[in-house]
Structure formats: C-alpha cells, structure tokens
C-alpha cells in the first residue's frame, strides 16, 4: 500500500511535470497552439507515454494522484487565465500584428518565426490576394490570423468588411 507521503510527492512532481509543459509550450510559440501536425501529435503522444511510465513506477494510486493533480492544475490555471489577464499573457502570450494598413510588419514575422509566405497563405485562405486590402492582420493569441479588410474611401459610410479567421500553416 502507498503511505501519504508518496502520494505527495507524486502530486508534487505532477505539479512539475505540468508547469514544464506548459513553459515548453510557450516556449514553442503561438502557432503550435494553433495547428497541429503529424509531428506535434507525435511529441504529444510520446510526452504522454514518458509521464505514464514516470507515474506508473510506483503504482496505480501514484498514477492516479499524478493524473488527478495534473488535470487539477491545468483547470486551475484555465480559471486564473480568466479571471487574471497577466496570468493568460504569462501563459498564451499576446495577438501579435503582422500587417498594418497593407504593410507586413517584417520584425513581427521574424520574431513569431512566421514566413512571408505563411502569411500570404494565411490571407489567401482568408480571401485576400495580399497583402494590400488588408488593414490589419493579426496572429491571435490562439495561434490563427485573424484579418480586417481595408475600407475604400468614398461618399457614404465605409463597407463593412466582415472579420475573418484562419488556422496558420506552416
């Protein structure tokens, strides 16, 4: 039988375990977020098996506090991201513009690791055939573009131009 002390141990490497993730997680940027690939559902797959065999080294109860203490910390930290924004800036970052008015912004690509040619994919998908007709294009903190048309001056009040989002492929 598991005495208690081991049962918070396991919580407290659960605990680990999780803020580790999460920390890779951001560290991995905005678009992993925001698509997933063959590849990323390999390292999920794969990080999951490594926290399996960690947890199941000592016993289903350990197993079970792991997973308990796991998702408690990961619902907790969904709550504190609503009711606090810098702890969702802390966790998911900021929306990121990367084009302005029809001008990419070239230090926002570069810093979001996004290509010139990731983008104008994005806004195809999205309906525009550059970079031009958009007023401002956005990486959202999920990791989509979302994009706002440009208005056309005239008489009469602007077109509305409806709000568009797109997953970012690499």
């Known amino acids: 039988m ?18 580790a993730l999460v920390g890779m997680m951001r560290l ?24 399996q065999s960690a947890a ?14 796991v998702f408690s910390a990961h619902r907790l930290q ?20 990367l084009v302005r008015e029809g001008e990419v912004l070239p230090g926002a690509l570069r810093e979001e690791g996004i290509t010139l040619e990731e983008l104008l994919a ?3 998908k999205l309906g525009y055939d550059g970079v031009e007709p958009v007023k401002l294009a956005v990486l959202e903190e999920t990791g989509h573009i979302s994009a706002v048309g440009r208005r056309e001056a005239g008489p009469g009040p602007p077109a509305r131009t409806p709000d568009r989002r797109v997953d970012l492929e690499p």
């Open 28 to 51: 991995a940027g905005k678009r992993l977020a925001g698509q997933t690939t063959t590849f990323d559902l390999i390292v999920l797959i794969s990080l999951g098996v490594v926290i």
């Open 122 to 124: 994005g806004l195809r």
């Open 56 to 69: 199941l080294e000592k016993g289903v109860a350990n197993a079970a506090v792991f997973a308990a203490t």
């Open 78 to 97: 969904a709550l504190a991201s609503a009711r606090w924004p810098f702890v969702r800036r802390l966790v998911r970052g900021r929306p990121r513009a």
């Open 2 to 19: 598991t005495d208690t002390s081991e049962l918070f141990a396991q919580a407290g490497k659960a605990l680990l375990y999780y803020a």
